[in-house]
Every structure is written in C-alpha cells, then in structure tokens.
C-alpha cells in the first residue's frame, strides 16, 4: 500500500487547482515516494517537462529519500528541462512520525519567455541558487547521469581507479541517494567492476567512517 493513498483525495485536486490558478506554463506534480521508479501520481501541464503519471521521481526526490529528517525542501530554484526551458521551481517534500519523506509537491514556472524580455520584468524572474535537477521518464537515465558525475568527482576513468578512488566515487552516490533505487547496486558494481558484495562492503566501510567522525562521537 502507498504511504501516501489516503491523502491523494485531497492532495490530488490540490495539484489542479494550482494550476489552474497559475496557468498553462505552470507544472504541478505530485510524487508518492513509495515507488520512486514511479513516482508521479498526479501532474498538471506535464507539456513542461514532457513527463506523464507514472513516470519516475528526479534526482531530487533520491536525494530526500537519502537525507531522511533533514531538511530537504527547496524553494525559488532554477532549473532547466532537455529541450532548453528555464524554470522556476519549488520542492516540498512530505514526510511521516518517522522524518521519512513519503512524497513530494514540486511547482515548475516556465519562465523563458519571461527571461528573454528580463529588461522588462527582470523583478519576476528573480530567482535563488541554480540547483541541478533531471527531468525524465526513466530512473535508468538518472542511474547514468549519476554515475558519469562521480567519475567527473573522482578524475579519472575506471579503469585507473584504485580503491581509494572506488570509495570516493561510492561516496558521492551514496550522499546523492544513488542506492535507494533497487536497480543500482547491480548496475553500479557492473560500472565499477567488481562484485556487489563488494560494493556492499564499501558502503559499509564508508559510512562507519562517517560515524566515528561525525560531532558528538
């Protein structure tokens, strides 16, 4: 059972009248957490982004899902779609008792037109720190992406990774909240080169390096 079922009764004519009140250049989303790899349950203007209900979570909502209670909600982002939309978006996430985030309401202005007459109304197109988030249909293209930006972190190709480098590159996944998809620890250790026990030994290591390190300890 979804976590948050009992709540798309209200939730889900929450996500029409915003955008209905916002207009045809307004997406709203909402996204129950509890299938990630399809995620979204509702969507208003989906033109936007070019995404349908049953399409996956971004690369946001992973990060979420990883953080737990910490704050995760972003608001007045900017963001760009594949074809070259600018946007601007607001994250917030719904969470249970536990902290967990069990869903999330995202609202994504396409503001491009907006930008390219910003002499104008350069006041509305304001916005805060740009913030990197994919738009797409399958969590495998997020997999990817995720993975081509820890070999980026670490410097070098795989094949001249030692394990200190493996370690760093897990780490970066690990904080990103890479292994909360169910796919991932098979893909991920394929892309390294090594066993998934393996890979499950790493995180091990590196999150217990965390806890003898972090404050209080």
């Keep these: 059972m979804k976590l948050l079922e009992e709540a798309h009764g209200f939730l889900k004519p929450l996500v029409k009248a915003l955008a209905a009140a916002l207009g045809n250049n307004c997406e709203v989303v909402l996204h129950d957490l509890y299938d990630i790899e399809h995620s979204i349950v509702a969507i208003e203007n989906g033109h936007i982004t070019g995404r349908k209900i049953g399409d996956s979570s971004t690369n946001l909502g992973l990060e979420a899902l990883r953080k737990k209670a910490q704050e995760s909600d972003i608001y007045n982002y900017m963001s760009r779609t594949k074809d070259g939309k600018t946007l601007r978006s607001s994250s ?38 740009n ?87």
């Design 131 to 217: 913030v990197e988030e994919s738009y797409v249909s399958d969590i495998s293209d997020i997999i990817e992406q995720m993975l081509d930006e820890a070999v980026k972190i670490v410097g070098k190709p795989v094949a001249y990774m030692q394990k200190e480098d493996k370690l760093k590159a897990i780490e970066f996944l690990d904080e990103k909240g890479f292994f909360t998809v169910k796919r991932a620890m098979e893909r991920v250790a394929q892309f390294f080169d090594v066993s998934k026990f393996t890979i499950y030994n790493y995180l091990d290591e590196i999150r217990a390096t965390k806890e003898r390190t972090s404050p209080g300890m």
């Design 92 to 129: 917030i996430y719904i969470r249970n008792d536990e902290g967990l985030a069990i869903g999330s309401i995202c609202i994504n202005y396409n503001i491009t037109d907006f930008l390219m007459a910003a002499n104008v109304i350069n006041e509305f197109t304001k916005t805060g720190e």
